[in-house]
């Protein structure tokens, strides 16, 4: 069920206001986004305050301060206290958004802001273990997304939210065959339709197209496994905001699977000392990688592998992709000493794969 709410959720969408009457609004709106993708959250509320005074009766505002919150305390839902205003602003977004939508059925930017708040209550609330409410937001979210598909003539924004579903419609359940079943409640998909919309979402959206860049190399690195298409999109967004951490941890992850460890190594140094323990846990992890395979340090990269999984246990971050990196290079190092043991690491890596490469891989070295 978590993956079918995940799939509605469309995960850290900013699709703000593209039918705003006025393009200055716009503008305001685009900037002060930057400020937040780009970790300044001093300059970032300025312009959220300004906005809030001039369109008091907006729900952009309340979105915005969720997604200031969000990327200031990433992972936002590992502290209860903020997880809980992050929340609230989202509860407050869509409310005010439903306000709009009595008045104006159908209005694009209203549309957009319903989608957008209770997507992110959706995966917020699974993320907490609030089952039961965050299908409640998935279900209501996934209402306003059908909307949404119709409008694409009306704004290059819904490509984002519609190339999502497509994609992510017909990965689950082929990723996944125990999801099939549910997936009868849900229009169908089209992959292949679903990444070219966020082609077009990542180059023509005005405020869309940096979440779409970030999903396209997602989608690019780990499920369609095309690493120079993935590597492009990663370092779009990290030149573009170079003080992201997270989209400084997409971009290293990139450069690793096309073997540039000269050029991801600082950044995973950086990324090592961060106050984050999910981006702690990048660091280490891809260092470990930078260890072994460029290096040939095995020491010190079964170190940096094993301090790796120790933070993902300790902050119970269930990150299955990060933990089967890990024993992937684990299973090397103890085949490269021939021990035995390498095995246990090897079958580890393929229960938490969830890649068709990674698990190639480790079926690789299992025959």
């Given at each position: 069920?978590?993956?079918?709410?995940?799939?509605?959720?469309?995960?850290?969408?900013?699709?703000?206001?593209?039918?705003?009457?006025?393009?200055?609004?716009?503008?305001?709106?685009?900037?002060?986004?930057?400020?937040?993708?780009?970790?300044?959250?001093?300059?970032?509320?300025?312009?959220?305050?300004?906005?809030?005074?001039?369109?008091?009766?907006?729900?952009?505002?309340?979105?915005?301060?969720?997604?200031?919150?969000f990327w200031k305390y990433y992972p936002v839902h590992l502290e209860e206290d903020k997880l809980e205003?992050?929340?609230?602003?989202?509860?407050?977004?869509?409310?005010?958004?439903?306000?709009?939508?009595?008045?104006?059925?159908g209005n694009p930017e209203a549309v957009f802001l319903a989608i957008a708040s209770q997507g992110l209550?959706?995966?917020?609330?699974?993320?907490?273990?609030?089952?039961?409410?965050?299908?409640?937001?998935?279900?209501?979210?996934?209402?306003?997304?059908?909307?949404?598909?119709?409008?694409?003539?009306?704004?290059?924004?819904?490509?984002?939210?519609?190339?999502?579903?497509?994609?992510?419609?017909?990965?689950?359940?082929?990723?996944?065959?125990?999801?099939?079943?549910?997936?009868?409640?849900?229009?169908?998909?089209?992959?292949?339709?679903?990444?070219?919309?966020?082609?077009?979402?990542?180059?023509?959206?005005?405020?869309?197209?940096?979440?779409?860049?970030?999903?396209?190399?997602?989608?690019?690195?780990?499920?369609?496994?095309?690493?120079?298409?993935?590597?492009?999109?990663?370092?779009?967004?990290?030149?573009?905001?170079?003080?992201?951490?997270?989209?400084?941890?997409?971009?290293?992850?990139?450069?690793?699977?096309?073997?540039?460890?000269?050029?991801?190594?600082?950044?995973?140094?950086?990324?090592?000392?961060?106050?984050?323990?999910?981006?702690?846990?990048?660091?280490?992890?891809?260092?470990?990688?930078?260890?072994?395979?460029?290096?040939?340090?095995?020491?010190?990269?079964?170190?940096?592998?094993?301090?790796?999984?120790?933070?993902?246990?300790?902050?119970?971050?269930?990150?299955?992709?990060?933990e089967a990196f890990a024993y992937l290079g684990l299973g090397r190092i103890y085949e490269h000493k021939?021990?035995?043991?390498?095995?246990?690491?090897?079958?580890?890596?393929?229960?938490?794969?969830?890649?068709?490469?990674?698990?190639?891989?480790?079926?690789?070295?299992?025959?």
């Amino acid at each position: 069920m978590r993956r079918i709410i995940i799939l509605t959720s469309l995960v850290i969408m900013v699709i703000l206001a593209p039918a705003m009457a006025q393009k200055r609004s716009l503008d305001k709106v685009r900037q002060g986004m930057d400020y937040i993708y780009n970790q300044d959250f001093q300059n970032s509320q300025s312009i959220i305050t300004e906005i809030e005074r001039t369109s008091q009766k907006s729900a952009i505002p309340d979105l915005m301060k969720a997604l200031q919150t969000f990327w200031k305390y990433y992972p936002v839902h590992l502290e209860e206290d903020k997880l809980e205003i992050y929340q609230k602003y989202l509860v407050s977004s869509y409310s005010r958004s439903l306000e709009v939508l009595k008045s104006d059925p159908g209005n694009p930017e209203a549309v957009f802001l319903a989608i957008a708040s209770q997507g992110l209550l959706a995966e917020s609330y699974s993320e907490s273990g609030r089952s039961f409410k965050a299908v409640g937001a998935a279900k209501r979210a996934y209402n306003y997304i059908k909307e949404g598909s119709q409008k694409l003539d009306q704004s290059k924004e819904f490509y984002l939210s519609t190339g999502l579903y497509n994609y992510y419609r017909e990965y689950y359940p082929d990723a996944y065959p125990i999801y099939k079943p549910f997936m009868y409640f849900f229009m169908k998909g089209d992959k292949h339709k679903g990444i070219q919309q966020l082609e077009v979402a990542a180059k023509e959206a005005s405020i869309a197209h940096v979440i779409a860049q970030y999903y396209l190399c997602y989608i690019y690195m780990r499920y369609e496994y095309l690493p120079l298409k993935a590597l492009r999109q990663g370092r779009k967004l990290h030149e573009t905001y170079p003080k992201n951490d997270l989209f400084t941890a997409i971009f290293l992850e990139s450069l690793i699977i096309n073997k540039r460890y000269q050029e991801a190594a600082p950044l995973a140094r950086g990324l090592q000392s961060n106050p984050s323990p999910y981006l702690k846990i990048y660091g280490d992890l891809f260092m470990g990688v930078i260890e072994e395979k460029n290096h040939k340090n095995f020491t010190n990269a079964e170190r940096l592998y094993r301090k790796a999984l120790e933070l993902n246990d300790k902050y119970k971050m269930k990150r299955s992709h990060l933990e089967a990196f890990a024993y992937l290079g684990l299973g090397r190092i103890y085949e490269h000493k021939q021990d035995p043991k390498a095995r246990k690491y090897f079958k580890e890596a393929l229960d938490q794969a969830y890649t068709k490469a990674m698990k190639n891989e480790a079926k690789s070295h299992l025959n």
